[in-house]
């Protein structure tokens, strides 16, 4: 019997090909404010090209620009903030986002410098009783697929260290807060910022990091 | 005058015959006078042709007055509030039984009347045998409107109808004006609120497990007995949980107890609650409610393979995860040229992402897993020796496996795999693709009642729970369930199976046909903490599937767990051959024993459509715990035997409202143009009652040939022709 199955099994092996599911997209929340939430999109390009080629996932091309009180937002559980301005969400969509990352959804927020205070105080508002919190070197994001010391430091901004910080549902990191790295830059091509080559494979990695770990938690 | 048949050929008919006559004279030899000669062909003419005419049928229309008799109705309620003991030392029933079989005579000298009793239907009775109050609600106003529809055209003198008022039954509407009859009400019983006590329910949750808190809720009402401690209590069996005082503060109130319970042990158990009679109560029948519960394995330990990061892994992980007491180890295995060289932890072919360093696929290690969900994965993925393990722990040890469709493993090698005669679903052409579109899913009859789809402890809200699903998306289509196997959920566009559940050996296997039922999550989303059905799916349907199917070859599954007294339960019978095929040629036995104890043989039927599964039924006449076994044989060779219980509580909607709703039947009377007595003034609604009778004219068509007088006309005229030919020598 083990014999028959053994044969069958490697069989099997020669059969197999390769499997479409459904692509992963990136869903880029236009928020209001004034804050330049369109920015970094051949970042996101990148970064999902990236996701395909090292994780061997299918992916959209681009990002996929979403409002928060949309009806479909359910179809995008991975949201993504980027900016350099002011966040404001009115109250629906405060609402929105909060049944959204406990239904499942997952926010990533990257500070590309200067709305570090507004998305402070929206994401107080979507969670009031659940404050951000700082994300240690140890936590299982910094090695969902490469095993990284912690963030990366793309730009300098005012000179702070880089720390994630993130919001915890039901023990699960639901919102990841990446400050003072600048991972979007990092995703950029290299003569867009000039870049040293291993700190964007660095925010690359980081950001494959991020994708895994929406994905499997 | 009309005449029947086609009348120009009769007319012709006649014609030639009284030219045959007539030729019959001319061609004669023998010389007459002209003058007798016209006599005897006119005369023998004249009688042909009117035998002719009588074959016509020839009819004339006639009229006459017909006096028809009004008709009357005597409806009797025949409702279980009936027997209540209210009226004077007397049941309610035998007061309106004595009352109307003192009028039925005195209403039958003026009147055709016809008898009825009446509950939840009505039905047509013997004034001399009305039977007996056990009907299960009341519905007055359908029995009203169908016992003058089926008095229509007959002259109405109006409706006698006896009754405590208890309208509890019917669709809601207007009161019966339209019916055409004119309603004389007659209250009976006591119109002031009785004192009771009733245990109502037990609510419980469908699936209890071993070695688990699970929450018991007693529902009541107490009536009459302000101040008074009432004592309720909740058994397992005949084992007390524990009691509840209750002292109502005021004359009428309900009550909602919680009680809890850890059973030890796997199997059915029934749950009593029960208080004890009260002094001048009602009735006690509603004095005890029980619900019976499936008791499961506890502690969960599974093993979920998926093949790579994608939302619906990171979903029905979730959801797994929060089961209570499941041990879940997830891990993901990817091909190796999916890594790239940096990527840790390792370089072992794949990735694995929780507990990484515990989690071991070697066959050695699968020993210890009651569930495996089988995800995006290659069969091919999977180390040497996986499937056979796999095949032995579910076959043999009675472990769940949960296939979650996904285009890596539904390839063109999989009818080769050992391990495609455990998937429920056939599959067509491969590989199968999902469709994109959105689909509704719709629970099917299998799945309303099994174990892994039950969102809500109550029949009727788990199917409002199912038809309020968000849509779904990406089924595989292609795939039919297959014999033996039972569709619990299908695609409403193309009836495509979403769900399908089968038994394996002494495990069961369940293939998830969307690989994306993340979307049902995220589009249902709930505060932290509360209970979402897309979680409590996954919970169900692991604890479903990690629960051994043990090796019994027959199952007897009730339809519910909870019937009422007077209900009919469906039983499905399922029979395996030793290989655990369906045996849709065995010959099943089955039995019951009822809450008294008393055994009786049940007739089973094969089902129609599904092969293997048989069905009876059982009326639970009483209310307690009926014990159904089955036992079933194929070629001589006994499958096995099985037996399970339901319980039928006694039916407690009449005791609810158990007063004379004086308002309510007023109201009938008045709407109708009829009028409301007590029953002690029955006699006084006689006077009022119609009795103009109706003339109807009744028209119809009476022979004109059928008399004497036509055959004494023919007669007369063949023998006037034949004495007359006799004299001149013809004859």
């Known amino acids: ?217 | 005058m009309n005449f029947g048949g086609t009348s120009w050929a009769y007319l012709a008919a006649a014609a030639v015959a009284a030219a045959v006559s007539a030729a019959a004279y001319l061609r004669s030899r023998r010389r007459v006078a002209p003058g007798a000669l016209a006599w005897m062909i006119g005369l023998r003419a004249s009688a042909a042709a009117l035998l002719i005419l009588c074959l016509l049928n020839p009819t004339r229309a006639a009229v006459q007055l017909e006096r028809i008799r009004p008709l009357a109705l005597l409806l009797i309620d025949a409702s279980q509030s009936m027997s209540i003991q209210d009226e004077q030392g007397q049941t309610r029933w035998s007061a309106a039984a004595e009352a109307a079989q003192r009028i039925a005579p005195r209403l039958e000298e003026r009147f055709d009347l016809r008898v009825y009793a009446f509950s939840d239907r009505l039905h047509r009775v013997d004034i001399e045998r009305l039977g007996s109050p056990n009907g299960r609600s009341t519905d007055i106003l359908t029995a009203v409107e169908e016992a003058g529809a089926a008095a229509m055209g007959y002259p109405s003198a109006g409706a006698v109808l006896i009754s405590d008022g208890g309208q509890n039954a019917g669709p809601a509407r207007r009161l019966a004006e339209e019916s055409g009859v004119s309603v004389f009400t007659v209250g009976v019983g006591s119109p002031t609120p009785p004192r009771d006590i009733a245990v109502s329910s037990v609510q419980a949750p469908p699936v209890m497990f071993v070695e688990e808190e699970a929450v018991l809720t007693v529902e009541g009402s107490i009536h009459g007995y302000a101040g008074r401690e009432t004592l309720v209590s909740l058994f397992r069996g005949n084992a007390l949980i524990g009691s509840q005082k209750i002292v109502p503060a005021s004359e009428s109130e309900t009550f909602q107890l919680v009680f809890k319970d850890v059973p030890a042990k796997e199997g059915d158990v029934r749950y009593a609650a029960r208080v004890s009679p009260a002094e001048g109560e009602l009735t006690e029948v509603n004095n005890e409610s029980a619900a019976s519960v499936s008791v499961m394995r506890g502690r969960i330990r599974a093993l979920f393979i998926d093949g790579k990061p994608r939302h619906e892994f990171a979903a029905v992980r979730r959801a797994l995860s929060r089961v209570p007491n499941i041990d879940l180890s997830a891990v993901l295995l990817a091909p190796p040229a999916s890594l790239s060289p940096e990527s840790l932890p390792a370089q072992t072919g794949r990735y694995p992402l929780f507990g990484s360093e515990s989690v071991s696929l070697e066959p050695d290690a699968l020993s210890r897993y009651d569930l495996f969900i089988i995800g995006g994965v290659s069969l091919a993925q999977l180390p040497a020796g996986f499937h056979a393990a796999l095949i032995e722990a579910v076959e043999e040890r009675g472990a769940g496996v949960a296939w979650l469709a996904e285009e890596a493993w539904l390839n063109p090698s999989l009818p080769m795999s050992p391990l495609e005669p455990m998937l429920p679903v056939s599959t067509g052409a491969l590989p199968v693709r999902p469709d994109s579109s959105d689909f509704m899913p719709r629970l099917t009859e299998a799945g309303r009642r099994h174990p892994a789809t039950q969102l809500a402890p109550v029949l009727s809200e788990n199917d409002r729970a199912w038809s309020r699903m968000p849509l779904w998306t990406r089924l595989y289509t292609g795939l039919t369930a297959k014999p033996g196997a039972e569709t619990l959920v299908e695609s409403t566009r193309s009836l495509t199976p979403v769900l399908a559940a089968q038994r394996v050996g002494a495990g069961k296997s369940l293939f998830v046909g969307s690989d994306s039922t993340w979307v049902w999550g995220m589009a249902a989303p709930a505060e932290s903490g509360e209970e979402r059905l897309f979680d409590q799916f996954w919970a169900l349907a692991a604890r479903w599937l990690a629960t051994p199917a043990s090796a019994r070859q027959v199952v007897v599954s009730p339809e519910r767990r909870a019937y009422e007294a007077g209900e009919t339960a469906r039983i499905e019978i399922r029979a395996y051959l030793p290989g655990f095929q369906p045996a849709p040629n065995a010959a099943v036995d089955a039995t019951v024993i009822d809450p008294n104890g008393r055994p009786s043989s049940l007739p089973v039927s094969a089902s129609e459509s599904e092969p293997g599964v048989f069905e009876t039924f059982v009326r639970a006449s009483d209310p307690g715990e009926y014990r159904v076994a089955a036992s079933a044989s194929a070629g001589g060779t006994a499958l096995g035997e099985d037996e399970a219980s339901f319980n039928a509580a006694a039916p407690q909607i009449e005791f609810e409202r158990a007063y004379r709703d004086e308002p309510f039947l007023q109201a009938l009377a008045d709407s109708t143009g009829g009028a409301y007595v007590d029953i002690q003034q029955i006699d006084s609604i006689l006077p009022l009652l119609k009795e103009k009778s109706e003339t109807r004219e009744i028209r119809y068509r009476e022979s004109v040939w059928d008399n004497p007088f036509a055959l004494l006309l023919i007669v007369g005229l063949l023998s006037a022709e034949w004495a007359l030919r006799k004299r001149k020598g013809l004859a």
């Not at chain 1, 205070?117 to 659940?130: D, G, L």
């Not at chain 1, 090695?143 to 720390?163: M, T």
């Open chain 1, 1 to 217: 019997m083990r014999i028959r199955i053994g044969l069958t099994v490697a069989v099997l092996g020669f059969c197999w090909t390769a499997a479409a599911q459904q692509p992963f997209a990136i869903g880029q929340v236009h928020y209001g404010g004034g804050g330049d939430w369109y920015s970094s999109r051949t970042s996101i390009s990148n970064w999902l090209r990236e996701i395909g080629a090292r994780v061997r996932i299918p992916v959209e091309k681009e990002a996929r620009p979403v409002r928060l009180a949309d009806r479909e937002l359910y179809k995008t559980p991975f949201l993504y903030i980027n900016g350099h301005g002011n966040i404001r969400f009115t109250d629906a969509e405060a609402e929105a986002l909060r049944l959204h990352i406990l239904a499942g959804g997952f926010l990533f927020v990257n500070d590309d410098y200067g709305l570090d205070a507004s998305f402070r105080r929206e994401i107080a508002r979507v969670f009031p009783r659940r404050p951000l919190q700082p994300i240690p070197a140890s936590h299982p994001i910094y090695r969902a697929f490469y095993s990284l010391p912690g963030l990366p430091k793309v730009h300098e901004h005012d000179g702070d260290p880089a720390q994630g910080f993130g919001v915890f549902v039901d023990g699960r990191l639901a919102v990841f807060y990446a400050w003072s790295a600048d991972i979007g830059d990092g995703l950029e091509a290299g003569d867009v910022h000039n870049d040293p080559p291993d700190i964007r494979e660095y925010a690359v990695k980081m950001a494959v990091n991020i994708a895994v770990y929406a994905l499997t938690r």
